[in-house]
């Protein structure tokens, strides 16, 4: 069973920096992609970047030029470095990670959540 785990979120003042960590565990033959998405209070979940199995990213436009997704394989961790943060980025992160099994299956699992808060 994969399992992510997620952590660096909390109260930032507007401009300031976060970065957040998703490690994952469990049984993975492959990734396919890594993402980060974020749920504003009565908004739907969006996108805000995800990185694939050969470090192509992609980002929302909201967050283009400030946010940075990358990923460390030997640590089995994806990172969101968000700078110049801005009141509107507040909301619940959630890592994704899209993943082949041991039988060739293709799986996705999310993380419980970091709470991002941007606020003077």
């Known amino acids: 069973q994969v399992q992510l785990v997620e952590s660096g979120g909390g109260l930032v003042q507007p401009g300031g920096s976060l970065r957040l960590s998703c490690a994952h565990s469990?049984?993975?033959?492959?990734?396919?992609?890594m993402g980060w998405y974020r749920q504003a209070p009565g908004k739907v979940r969006e996108l805000v970047a995800v990185i694939t199995s050969g470090s192509s990213t992609n980002y929302a436009d909201s967050v283009k030029g400030r946010f940075t997704i990358s990923r460390d394989n030997a640590k089995k961790t994806a990172y969101l470095q968000m700078n110049s943060l801005k009141p509107e980025d507040t909301a619940v992160y959630f890592c994704?990670?899209?993943?082949?099994?041991?039988?060739?299956?293709?799986?996705?699992?999310w993380g419980q959540g970091t709470l991002v808060t941007v606020s003077s």
């Open positions: 994704n990670v899209n993943y082949l099994n041991f039988s060739l299956r293709d799986l996705e699992v």
């Open positions: 469990g049984s993975i033959f492959r990734i396919n992609a």
